[in-house]
Antibody, heavy 119, light 106 residues
């Protein structure tokens, strides 16, 4: 059973860059056809897809966040990462990593990690 | 961008009831629609994909229907464990979620 686990700072200051890593276990991040994505959920609110990456490094992002988002992959560590720049309080959310196949929903999810943006 | 609108936002029903949640897309998404169940403090769980296909391990009381712009999630006989928030998601063009429907058991 594929497992995903988010890690990173739980508190980020306004205007700084949020950085999170997702570690994939019980499976290879280089698995054929697997894409790896980030989704976030502000407290008490709905879900927002941030972006996705293929093990080759090919990425696609939510247009509303594209200017601030970078997703990268490290196949040697079986990890992929999220960087979100110039954060504000509106970026406070639980951040999830997840797996999906091409043009397919998210079938494996991490447990999520809360990131609070505050000085 | 494709917008997804769910209704109702909240729903209260009794054990054994038949429950229906609707989801409307701002443009046709063919059958590229999924439904998720999320319980407090947990990650969403995939229930249905391609509008009507049941994910492995999901109870058969859950079903989905629709195509184009209008979709429904139906729970045929509500169980206490079904108390959760339900989200639709389109994956025809990138990914967009509905705002969620909170289902409470009376």
């Amino acid at each position: 059973q594929l497992q995903l686990q988010e890690s990173g700072p739980g508190l980020v200051k306004p205007s700084e860059t949020l950085s999170l890593t997702c570690t994939v276990s019980s499976g290879s991040i280089s698995s054929s056809n697997s894409y790896w994505g980030w989704i976030r959920q502000p407290p008490g609110k709905g879900l927002e897809w941030i972006g996705s990456i293929y093990y080759s490094g090919s990425t696609y992002y939510n247009p509303s966040l594209k200017s601030r988002v970078t997703i990268s992959v490290d196949t040697s560590k079986n990890q992929f990462s999220l960087k979100l720049s110039s954060v504000t309080a509106a970026d406070t959310a639980v951040y999830y990593c997840a797996r999906h196949l091409p043009q397919w929903p998210f079938d494996y999810w991490g447990q999520g990690t809360l990131v609070t943006v505050s000085s | 961008d494709i917008q997804m609108t769910q209704s109702p936002s909240t729903l209260s029903a009794s054990v054994g009831d038949r429950v229906t949640i609707t989801c409307r897309a701002s443009q046709s998404i063919n059958s590229w629609l999924a439904w998720y169940q999320q319980k407090p403090g947990k990650a969403p769980k995939l229930l249905i994909y391609r509008a009507s296909s049941l994910e492995s391990g999901v109870p058969s009381r859950f079903s989905g229907s629709g195509s184009g712009t209008d979709f429904t999630l139906t729970i045929s006989s509500l169980q206490p464990d079904d108390s959760a928030t339900y989200y639709c998601q389109q994956y025809n063009s990138l990914y967009t979620f509905g705002q969620g429907t909170k289902l409470e058991i009376k």
